[in-house]
């Protein structure tokens, strides 16, 4: 099953990526290990340089991906 989620900056609430995922894929991005999208790792490292740490929003969880089907 995969889930929708959507990482939030805490500054404004404005969602800068949106992502597909299972397990504890969604938080990832906030250990380093993701470092495929500049534009998102360099936004969370501001986040981060303002003294926020960037919020994980679940969209929609229990989902089956098209292959489970």
């Known amino acids: ?5 959507a990482l939030i900056d805490p ?3 404005v969602p800068f990526y949106i992502g597909k ?3 504890d ?3 990832k991005h906030l250990q380093g290990k993701d470092k495929g999208n500049k534009k998102k790792t360099d ?3 501001i986040i981060r340089r303002l003294g926020h740490e960037p919020k ?4 929609i969880e229990n989902k089956p991906d098209v292959c489970d089907r």
């Open 1 to 5: 099953m995969y889930y929708i989620y």
């Open 25 to 27: 894929r969604a938080y």
């Open 11 to 13: 500054i404004n609430n």
């Open 21 to 23: 995922g299972k397990n």
């Open 56 to 59: 994980v929003d679940f969209i």
């Open 43 to 45: 936004r969370i490292e």
